[in-house]
């Protein structure tokens, strides 16, 4: 599988930004397309996943309400509608398969290069 995160940028806190995950070659151990993060210094972060064949979502409690993952299989694209920005949700975000639902990082099977979202404040 290959992935390929894009849509980064420098937002206001409260604004919205949108990152799209391109997807490509999935195989059958490729079930779940999920966003991690890594802010400065700190260890990634799961932040949202989806099952790519049936639509199925996952957020971490701190994104919940305002991010939201999508997928257009047509597309091969997964998204992730970031609304109500925080400076705390300023990282380096990737995207990243997996075959089950994970949390960690380290159990994620590929990742694409990651995208940076900067929230000021």
């Known amino acids: 599988v290959q992935l390929q995160a894009s849509g980064g940028g420098l937002v206001q806190a409260g604004g919205s930004l949108k990152l799209s995950c391109q997807v490509s070659?999935?195989?059958?151990?490729?079930?779940?397309v999920n966003w991690f993060r890594r802010a400065p210094g700190k260890e990634y972060e799961f932040v949202a996943g989806i099952k790519w064949r049936e639509g199925r979502k996952r957020y971490a409690d701190s994104v919940k309400g305002r991010f939201t993952i999508s997928r257009v299989s047509a597309e091969s694209t997964v998204y992730l509608q970031m609304n109500s920005l925080k400076p705390e949700d300023t990282a380096v975000y990737y995207c990243?398969?997996?075959?089950?639902?994970?949390?960690?990082?380290?159990?994620?099977?590929?990742w694409g290069q990651g995208t940076q979202v900067t929230v000021s404040s």
């Open positions: 070659r999935l195989t059958t151990s490729d079930n779940f």
């Open positions: 990243a398969s997996s075959n089950e639902v994970i949390s960690a990082a380290v159990e994620a099977r590929s």
